[in-house]
């Protein structure tokens, strides 16, 4: 508990490695608790928020990384099986048809934006593929729309504890609200 308690506003090279390593870690976890925990250790070990803003751009862009050759195959395989072929057109003629209700295709910039900040960056590129966005621009929208939900995530996580002195609670109070 004295973990998150003392902050040490000056930290050695190998404990601020140390730290951002811990940090980084935190934030490439899939689920929402990564974000509050991340930004409580690093506050609590003093690390300054550009630095815990880039961290968090860093686990974005290993996550592009990793999941773009996923989504690729992925791609590649549904036109392969038939079944999955069949399937893929039925729903992208139930969407044609749902959009044209509101007139377009609605996937401009700020939606795929939006799609990443509601959800999460993979299905924000995945919508940005399926728009025809290639590598670059598909997960510089992706990552726009989570750098966003990183910061009101962070500012709530950091805002909340300033008036919580537990400081599990904020981390606790995410993964509740995940879990209901």
Known sequence: MSF????????????????MLSVLKLFIIPVGGGIPAGVLLANAKGL???????????????????FEPILRILASVMGRVP?????????????????????????????LVMI???VDPMTGRATA???GHGF?????????????????????TLHLNSYIRDHYCPVNFDCTAITA
């Open 83 to 111: 079944f999955l072929a069949r399937f893929s057109a039925a729903l992208k003629g139930a969407t044609a048809r749902s959009v044209a209700h509101f007139g377009g295709t609605g996937a401009g910039p700020l939606s």
């Open 4 to 19: 998150f308690l003392h902050s040490s506003p000056i930290l050695g090279s190998g404990q601020s490695t140390s730290v």
């Open 48 to 66: 300054a928020w550009p630095t815990i803003t880039a961290l968090y751009l860093v686990s974005d862009i290993l996550l592009a990384l990793v």
């Open 129 to 131: 593929l399926a728009a």
């Open 136 to 156: 670059l621009i598909g997960w510089a929208f992706a990552i726009v729309g989570d750098m966003l939900y990183f910061g009101v995530i962070a500012l709530t």
């Open 116 to 118: 990443s900040f509601g």
